[in-house]
């Protein structure tokens, strides 16, 4: 009998179950599928020569991360590798915005797009450094961040106060606006807040790209070498090597409660695995309340605002095998990791406007990965190993484009898809089709079979909207890893501070299982009632 059962063997399950070993206690991790990793995992599914991440694969949140930090896990083998520049946004004109690995190289660049935002870059650089260290730690901590949150006020206070938290508050287009007086560093804003689904007019996308853009200038956009299923493999060899028992293939169908208690769970092959202490669900949180907990055991408030819990954009991604490098007009994009495919910011906004309107775009903006650019090991030397993904509507009222996608995903759809991912792609580099050996498509329907965290394809465990945030998330209530149940507590990217390969929830949720009887644990059992 563990002391604790994980339900989920992605980054937060396993960062979660690595912290309970470390305190000593007995953990089991039960995962559905049949390899741990959850949405960091890679194979060579594409071609046998070359590498493919199957879902995330650039990791700066990773990198910034306390917690995974004090895992220590380049003592189980884990190395980083970086591309020779970070990301890049072409223009179909030929110029491009570069994140380069020195701010005064990115400030460089900006000033080709106006002399004024080399010093406008440097700025907001420096503010950074003041302020992103504590902001991080703040950001990684179960909420409210007390220390870390102190720290941070002060930092806030002698950079600008106020005005600095108006700034991230910002939409990101009227933060561009306000920062930059040419295109190049609005481009790296709007477009690293697309990342998630914020829109470019949206509040608070600015603080999101202004976050992931100066993450990226601190820490770039690292890659495990040898592929995203690296780190996994890192996670699972020092829980492990501390007595951690982890078992694939094991579903489980609910979480067995005694008593207003949790004390453990059944698989859906019928084994009941008791847990002495705790029980810590890296699941969405509808999975987790409605389909493992069930209404019985649940107060009406939280079931009233699981109606309104709001899932992040779906996801479509296509991983290539490439016969060369991408031929970007913009030779600037070559040695980026990351590229932004879009045009302009004007192209973002109309993106996001198809997809607010339940349309799946006809021009898609593409985040486009060349990961042997980033990581040798991936492909044979002179080749590509390539993906792209894009967004689209969790519910698809039409198709923008001419080939009448209904989110039915059969084969046709599938295909015609992909066929105008590429097409984006070709736009700003002609001739990458012709570069095609072999591609793999994932719809979102694909992502989520895969793993069931990805709803509909959505990556981040529900929106990144303000409104879903901190205090907001998953539901209104203290932004903790906590639920109604006693020693049941949410450790996925459901929970504060959301998506990302961070490790934060799962941390989050470790420490309050190991002081069930905290002040934030009594707070957070006074808003039940």
């Known amino acids: 009998m563990p002391d604790a059962v994980v339900i989920g063997a992605g980054p937060n399950g396993l ?105 406008a870059w440097r700025d907001m650089y420096e503010v950074w450094s003041r302020v992103g260290p504590d902001l991080v730690q703040a950001l990684f901590t179960p909420f409210p961040p007390v220390r870390s949150g102190l720290r941070l006020a002060a930092r806030l206070r002698a950079s600008g106060g106020l005005r600095l938290a108006r700034k991230l508050a910002l939409p990101v287009r009227r933060l561009g606006e306000e920062e930059f007086a040419g295109e190049g560093g609005r481009l790296l804003l709007a477009g690293n807040a697309l990342h998630a689904d914020l829109a470019p007019e949206a509040a608070g996308s600015g603080g999101f790209g202004w976050l992931m853009s100066m993450l990226g200038q601190s820490h770039g956009f690292p890659v495990p070498v040898g592929g995203a299923g690296a780190l996994t493999a890192a996670l699972v060899k020092r829980l492990q090597r501390r007595g951690g028992v982890l078992r694939c293939g094991e579903r489980v169908a609910a979480v067995v409660i005694r008593g207003g208690r949790a004390v453990g769970v059944t698989t859906a092959g019928g084994e009941s695995v008791i847990a002495r202490r705790a029980v810590l669900a890296a699941t969405s949180a509808p999975a987790l309340y409605r389909d493992l907990v069930g209404e019985e055991h649940l107060p009406s408030r ?55 309107a339940g349309q799946v775009p006809d021009e898609p903006f593409a985040l486009f990965g060349q990961m042997t650019t980033a990581d040798p090991s991936r492909s044979p030397a002179g080749t590509e190993s390539a993906w792209a993904y894009t967004h689209l509507p969790q519910h698809i009222t039409s198709d923008a484009g001419p080939d009448r996608i209904t989110g039915a995903w059969d084969t046709r759809e599938r295909e015609a898809m992909a066929d105008r991912v590429e097409a984006q792609v070709e736009r700003y580099a002609p001739g990458f089709r012709s570069l095609v050996l072999a ?62 390969v961070h490790g934060a929830p799962g941390a989050n949720a470790a420490r309050a299982a190991l002081r069930p009887h905290s002040l934030h644990a009594l707070l957070h059992r006074a808003q039940r009632v």
């Not at 220590?72 to 491009?96: F, I, K, T, Y």
């Not at 479509?316 to 060369?324: M, N, R, S, T």
Request: charge should be negative; proline fraction near 7%; charged fraction near 20%.
């Open 15 to 119: 960062t979660a179950a690595n912290l309970l070993a470390d305190a000593g206690w007995s953990v089991e991790v039960l995962e559905a599928q049949r390899e741990p990793g959850g949405a960091v995992r890679s194979d060579r599914g594409v071609h046998p020569d070359y590498v493919s991440d199957l879902f995330s694969a650039f990791y700066p949140l990773a990198a910034a991360s306390p917690v995974l930090a004090r895992l220590d896990l380049a003592a189980e083998g884990l190395r980083w590798s970086r591309a020779p520049s970070v990301l890049a946004h072409p223009l179909l004109d030929g110029r491009c915005a570069v994140l380069e690995r020195s701010a005064e190289a990115t400030a460089a660049g900006l000033a080709e797009f106006a002399a004024a935002d080399a010093d």
């Open 302 to 356: 939280l079931l009233r605002d699981l109606e309104r819990f709001q899932w992040d954009f779906a996801t479509f991604k296509v991983d290539w095998a490439l016969a060369g490098p991408v031929p970007w007009t913009a030779p600037q994009a070559a040695g980026a990791g990351t590229v932004h495919v879009a045009d302009g910011v004007n192209g973002l906004t109309r993106f996001a406007a198809q997809i607010a």
């Open 439 to 500: 591609r793999r498509v994932l719809s979102p329907a694909t992502l989520q079979a895969m793993d069931e965290n990805l709803h509909g394809g959505a990556i981040n465990n529900g929106t990144t909207a303000l409104h879903q945030q901190a205090i907001f998330r998953p539901t209104p209530g203290t932004g903790r890893p906590e639920t109604p149940v006693k020693g049941l507590y949410l450790a996925s990217a459901a929970a504060h501070p959301g998506g990302g």
